[in-house]
């Protein structure tokens, strides 16, 4: 990033917080804390981002002191940087660990009074009394969880936000009832929705790539696209998670939250400015516009057993006979002008044969016969592993051969951007609410909006037992994925031999 990007962040976290705050995570103890949340903040300390006044607190039931809270994050904290005074030690020590009950008031008073020592000790002016609450905690906690913190640990003199993660909710009425008691709690202001694949680097990178290209603005529209699919593959099964995944399944654990913003960003209107509302406001009316989906329009698949490999009912957190869909493919129509009649293809699935996010655009088939046969032009936004935006696109056979071929117009992040390091979803998304940016932060409508979507489908599969298509672990899915992909229209493009990441890509 150059010099001036980084040192406007600084200061939007400068002004905002006035360099300090308290952030405090609550299940300290769990997963997401330590893969994800104690190395984003370690990353943005390595990177200069904290405010100079930047205190840690973890809060979780499970009783531990510190040096056993330390080594249980140490090992996921990466030096990117050989640095002495940013080293992982430095950080440790800004980090503490508290633990205590999620429904005790007085384990919320003693949170705060600890806190509140902190900041007597650090010698915090009351303007610096910022506290941030990151919710790394089970669905069932959330909202007494929220309630102890707004009425015991509030700030009382500065600002106070809370960033909570998905599930919201597991259908439109659950969410609305999640945001209702929310709402009572905190103010929309304070409150950071995470959906991680909005901190993905390519994902932050759609607007751009489409507003600010003159050749793809008057292309955008059903008039010369013909499809988009959105693709999620996961090389792994659900091992040890089975429990949880049992309850949601693969629908609302990444179609309905991370493709859905995906979606939304590819198919919305211009906002009128970057700012979070302009750009929310226009997610929301896409989605408004998006009828719900029919079951009719969708594939539903559960991996099995294959070699060593054992099948999603194998796995003893997994209820007998379970009938939970471990891939999904399913098509969204949107009723507006822009996109009549162009199937938004979602895709997602676990234990597959490999794994990818990737967003394909394909454009309609050129007309007359000066060049008929051609393959169609399709954009590709690779999203992970590895970023990458390429063009297929027809080009003539160099030499003596008038032949056209398809081949790609490539921008590999990894080679034409040397010494870049991309920061890590959950990174960029701790520094936006540091910088109290909301930009990448779900708004409740559009969660209402989402729900609406999904939820006739969600129940009617519920309802009517809908039995999952098998497919083997590591395979690509249903057997039927094909047909189904290509009864929409879809075409599979031929592709030159190039090294990765172009050899492994065409994928319905
Ligand atoms: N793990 C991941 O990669 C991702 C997780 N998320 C979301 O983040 C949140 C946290 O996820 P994760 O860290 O995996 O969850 P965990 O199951 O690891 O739970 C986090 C902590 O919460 C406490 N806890 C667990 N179960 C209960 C319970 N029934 N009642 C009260 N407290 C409980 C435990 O701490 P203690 O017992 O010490 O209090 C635990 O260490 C969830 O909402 C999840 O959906 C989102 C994206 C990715
Ligand atoms: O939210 C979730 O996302 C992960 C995938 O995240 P990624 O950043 O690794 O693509 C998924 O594995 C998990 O099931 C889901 O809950």
Request: glycine residues 6%.
């Amino acid at each position: 990033m150059p010099a001036t990007a980084s040192d406007k962040l600084k200061k939007d976290v400068e002004e905002r917080l006035k360099g300090g705050v308290t952030f405090i995570v609550l299940g300290a103890s769990g997963d997401l804390a330590k893969k994800k949340t104690f190395p984003a903040l370690f990353a943005l300390f390595q990177n200069s981002f904290l405010p100079r006044n930047t205190t840690i607190v973890g809060y979780a039931r499970t009783k531990m002191d510190s040096a056993a809270f330390y080594s249980r994050i140490e090992p996921y904290l990466k030096p990117k940087q050989d640095d002495p005074k940013k080293s992982v030690q430095e950080f440790l020590k800004m980090c503490h660990y508290v633990p205590g009950q999620y429904d005790d008031e007085k384990c919320w008073e003693d949170l705060d009074r600890y806190v509140s020592d902190l900041e007597t000790k650090h010698s915090l002016k009351d303007e610096q009394k910022n506290r941030i609450f990151y919710m790394a905690l089970p669905p069932s906690v959330f909202v007494s969880v929220a309630d102890g913190l707004r009425k015991h640990v509030y700030s009382k003199t500065a600002s106070t936000s809370i960033i909570i993660e998905k599930p919201f909710g597991k259908d439109l009425e659950s969410c609305r009832a999640l945001l209702q008691d929310i709402q009572k709690l905190y103010k929309e202001d304070e409150v950071y929705r995470i959906d991680h694949y909005l901190g993905k680097e390519l994902a932050k990178n759609i607007m751009t790539v489409r507003f600010a290209n003159m050749i793809f603005c008057p292309l955008w529209s059903r008039v010369h696209i013909d499809s988009v699919q959105i693709t999620m593959k996961e090389p792994f099964g659900t091992e040890g998670r089975g429990g949880y995944f049992d309850e949601f399944g693969i629908i609302r654990d990444v179609m309905q939250n991370h493709l859905l913003q995906l979606m939304s960003l590819v198919a919305m209107e211009r906002p009128v400015g970057r700012d979070a509302e302009s750009i929310r406001d226009e997610k929301v009316k896409v989605l408004k516009c998006v009828k719900p989906i029919e079951l009719k329009d969708t594939l539903l698949g559960q991996f099995v057993k294959s070699g060593d490999k054992p099948g999603y009912l194998d796995d003893d957190t997994v209820p007998k006979g379970s009938l939970c869909p471990t891939f999904a493919a399913m098509v969204l129509w949107i009723d507006n002008e822009r996109w009549a009649d162009v199937p938004f293809i979602l895709k997602a699935g676990k234990a597959l044969d490999n794994g990818k996010v990737d967003i394909r655009i394909q454009f309609k088939k050129l007309h007359g016969s000066l060049f008929e046969g051609v393959a169609r032009n399709e954009l590709v936004f690779h999203v992970q592993p590895g970023e990458a935006i390429y063009m297929k696109f027809n080009n003539k056979c160099p030499g003596f051969s008038d032949d056209s071929m398809i081949t790609e117009l490539d921008l590999t992040y990894r080679t034409r951007y040397k010494n870049l390091k991309v920061p890590e979803a959950y990174e960029a998304l701790v520094l936006d609410a540091l910088r109290g940016d909301h930009s990448n932060f779900v708004r409740n409508d559009e969660l209402i909006a989402s729900w609406k979507i999904f939820t006739p489908l969600l129940h009617q599969i519920e309802k009517e037992k809908i039995k999952p298509e098998p497919y083997l672990y590591g395979s690509r899915g249903p057997k039927q994925l094909n047909g189904f992909v290509r009864s929409y229209g879809v075409e599979r493009l031929a592709h030159e031999n190039y090294q990765w990441p172009l050899q492994n890509l065409p994928d319905e």
